[in-house]
Every structure is written in C-alpha cells, then in structure tokens.
C-alpha cells in the first residue's frame, strides 16, 4: 500500500519511468499553462476591450425554454441598435480617452524615470 | 423577538453560499429566531427561500447578516442600516481569471474586493468561512475577524437521486462551478491523460453550472479536443439528491482549482469514501487536512497517476476513507453550529 505522504513521489516517479519507455506523450511535462490560465490583461487586450461592440449573436440562454427565449432576446436587441449603438459609441469614447491619457502618463513616468536625478521635476514645485 | 435577517449579493438553488443561507435559516429557526433571507438578484430556482433584497424591513434591533462573496450595488444600503451587523466572508474570486471570460461577472469581483473593506469596516462582526478567507478580511480592516466554518450537514447526503449514466470503468468527478479559477481544463487534461496511458474505459463527470452559456462551450471544446470527449460528461447543476447518487457511484473526486475560499466537494467527497486528488489551493489544505492526495507539481501526467493510485491501490483508498471521518469529525454540525449561534448572540450585543 502506498501512504498518503508518499503518492505525490510515487507518482512522480512512475510518470519519469513511463516517459523514459515513451509514455505520456500526450501529456508533456509542465501542460498546466493553458489558454485558460488567469492573468492581468495586457496593453494590447485593454485596446481591444476598449472598443465596445456587442454582437446580438452572443446573446444566449441556458434554460431548457432556452431556443424560443434566444430567438426573442435576439431580435429585441437587433430593434434596439440604433440605441445600443449610441450607447457602444459613448462608452467606447471614454474608454479610448482614458486609455490614451494613461499612455501619456505611462510615457511620462518613463521619461522621468530615465532623465538625470537633478533633472526630474520636484511634484512639489 | 429579535430576527436574524440575512442578505446576499445573489441566491441560486446550488451555490455554496445559498446554500449555508438555507442552513443557517434553519438553525436560527429551531433557536427561536425569526427573521427573512433575501438577495440582490433572485435566481427563478431559489424564490422559495430567497426574497428580494429591497422587501427588507429590519426593526430597530434586529441582526443582518451580510454574505460576502461577490458585490453588487443593492448591499450598500445594508451598510447604512443602523441594525447590528455579522458580515460572513466567503471569499471573491480574483478579477485576474474572470476578465477573458465574463466581464460582467469580473467587474462584480473587481469592485467586490475593492469594497470588502467598507463592508469589514462597518461590521460589529467579521467572520471569515476559512482562516484562507480571514486573513483576507483582516487585511481588509477587520483585526478582529475570526473563521466560522461553514454548517456541513450530513443528512442532506441521505437522499440519494438519480445515478450518472453507468458504464464499465472507473469514475471520476469534479464538483464546482465551471469557472476559469476553478481550472477544469487541466482536470480534463488529466483525465485524458490518465485515460490514455492508464484506464481506457474511465469516465469523468463534471458538475456544475457555467459561468456563461459561452464558457461552457469552451469547456466542451476542451474536452472534445482532449481526445477523451466521448467519455467526458457535463452535467450542469445537480440537485443535491442526484449529486449524493454521482459522489456514490464515483472512484474518486478530482480538483484543479487555483482559488478556493472553503471547498464544500472534499467534506461531502469523505462524506462518501471517496478518495480525493486536488491541488493544494487557498482554503484546500485547512479542509481537506491529510486525508487528500495533494497534486502539489505541475504536471497532469503525474496527476494522472495520483488518479490511478486512488482508485486501484485498496489499501491507500482505506487510508483516505478513514482520514475523511477523522476531517469531518472537525467540521460536525454540531459543533459548528454552536459556534455559529454563539457568533449570533455576539453580533447581537
């Protein structure tokens, strides 16, 4: 019987034997990293995200009604677009000027960061 | 008489959180303490237990207890009751997995975190369902927050419901909501895994509800790329009789979660016999103790194997069976609701 204590390196060394015999192949080691994994989002993704576009094809239900009350949902949001759009557009708007003075902040955080210690600019004035 | 209000963001028929709702409603009932349960959002399935939120009339007196665990702009209101207060934290899921996948779901997070602290600040009490989760609410600013274990109640595992579909081979299942934290892409990958180099008649059955319609398909996307897709079965939301009758006929419980504020799976898992495999995450290890096969690598392959010696080694599946009584004698209902009364009766002054 293996113990509770000693499965994890039991294991670890059944999968080195498996390997070497040329097990495993479709489980590589360090498979954990997927599209899945979490992280931050990048500048380049918050760029996309800011541009708000909803397609009416995204809307779903997941009940068992669920077919009638899509094709519903569906249509209420295609007789809606001229006012989600307006609505897409403002957003859309604050979301691109807000990404763009954070860029400017960035660029100049990074300027002071790099100019000379006598010539970064005193907040306090 | 005093009433004991209770409020969450949202109440649903499966979730953890509703769930405790329920239980505690019970318990403060058979003390004589009166009082309603309401939510921000109502889900259609849980309107038998769950008001809403803006029908709440607290008298002078009366406790509110505040289920934390996501935010929605309803609770503010709560804080400016002049009632006394037991905030309850079970813990909100970092933004960081949610932002790819729903972004409504990972704003509601965001915020919740950002706002846990108004929330330990105006609490006369703040408990945390783990001590995972109490650091957390001490950091939030509440120094002298203390962990009250969820009420596990066995008798809800009596009534056994319908049976997964049968089949030859070994089961294996995972319990949790289809979220990105929660990492099912690798328990499939550790199935297929297992399945390929090891057993390949196992099955694995995943329960319960998705985040979104949309992440669902990603999920099944997964598993039918994974090359086990025929014996991979998603069962969406279980009610708690036909999920007693899965956790009976699985070999063992698998989970790859990456967050975990408590993990009610492993305590019913032991309720079962059922021998666990899971990484050892947030909360994970204070629950689960020594009676779980802790995947602590990162290698599914190895996971694979941690499968298999939990169902083919009788021995090690004894070990874990009789270290699963042992963990829940830990977290009896009895002793867990004394202490929940006993939390009560402080709140209250």
């Known amino acids: 019987m293996t113990s509770p204590e000693d499965a994890f390196s039991r294991a670890e060394e059944e999968v080195a034997r498996r390997r070497s015999a040329g097990g495993y192949a479709g489980a590589p080691g360090g498979a954990l990293d997927s599209s899945l994994a979490a992280g931050e989002p990048s500048r380049e993704q918050l760029a996309e995200w800011a541009v708000i576009e909803i397609d009416a094809d995204e809307v779903l239900y997941s009940s068992r009604a669920g077919a009638p009350l899509t094709f519903f949902k569906r249509l209420l949001a295609r007789l809606l677009r001229q006012y989600l759009v307006e609505l897409e557009a403002r957003q859309t708007r604050f979301n ?27 907040p306090g004035g | 008489m005093t009433a004991v209000h209770q409020v969450l963001s949202s109440a649903g028929p499966y979730d953890a959180v509703s769930v405790q709702g329920v239980l505690w409603r019970r318990l403060l009932r058979e003390r ?68 790819n996948h729903h972004a409504g779901v990972a704003v509601a997070c965001a915020v919740g975190r950002m706002q846990l602290p108004r929330f330990a600040r105006a609490a006369d009490l703040a408990v945390g369902d783990s001590d995972f989760n109490t650091a957390e609410l001490r950091e939030a600013g509440a120094p002298h927050a203390r962990t009250l274990p969820i009420l596990f109640d066995d008798a809800r595992l009596a009534e056994r419901g319908a049976p997964p579909a049968s089949g030859a081979g070994p089961l294996v299942l995972v319990v949790s909501r289809l979220a990105p934290n929660k990492r099912h892409d690798l328990a499939i990958a550790a199935f297929a895994a297992w399945r ?119 021995g090690l599946r004894e070990e874990l069976a009789r270290r699963g009584r042992a963990r829940l004698e830990q977290f009896s209902y009895e002793r867990t609701a004394a202490a929940t009364l006993h939390a009560v009766e402080e709140a209250l002054g």
Do not use: C
């Open chain 1, 96 to 122: 691109i000027a807000l990404l763009t003075r954070l860029d400017r902040l960035e660029e100049r955080m990074g300027a002071d960061e790099e100019a000379p210690p006598d010539r970064v600019r005193d």
């Open chain 2, 32 to 99: 004589g303490l009166g009082g309603g349960d309401y939510a921000a959002s109502v889900d259609p399935r849980a309107r038998t237990g769950f008001r809403l939120l803006k029908e709440l009339r607290a008298e002078p007196g009366d406790l509110v207890v505040i289920r934390y665990s996501a935010y929605s702009s309803k609770l503010l209101p709560v804080l400016a009751l002049p009632n006394p207060k037991l905030l309850v934290y079970h813990n909100v899921t970092p933004p960081r997995y949610l932002w």
């Open chain 2, 196 to 314: 390929a180099e090891r057993a390949p008649d196992a099955r694995l059955l995943v329960v319960g509800e998705p985040l979104s319609p949309s992440y669902r398909l990603q999920l099944e996307q997964i598993a039918a790329d994974s090359g086990a897709g025929a014996a991979i079965a998603f069962a969406g939301g279980l009610s708690q009789p036909d999920l007693n009758a899965a956790y009976g006929a699985a070999d063992v419980l698998l989970s790859m979660s990456e967050h975990e504020g408590f993990s009610v799976p492993l305590l019913e898992a032991f309720h079962f016999g059922v021998p666990v495999v899971a990484r050892p995450s947030g909360a994970m290890p204070e629950v689960g103790g020594d009676a779980v096969l802790w995947d602590t690598g990162g290698d599914v392959a190895v996971t694979a194997e941690l499968l298999e010696l939990a169902v083919r080694d009788p």
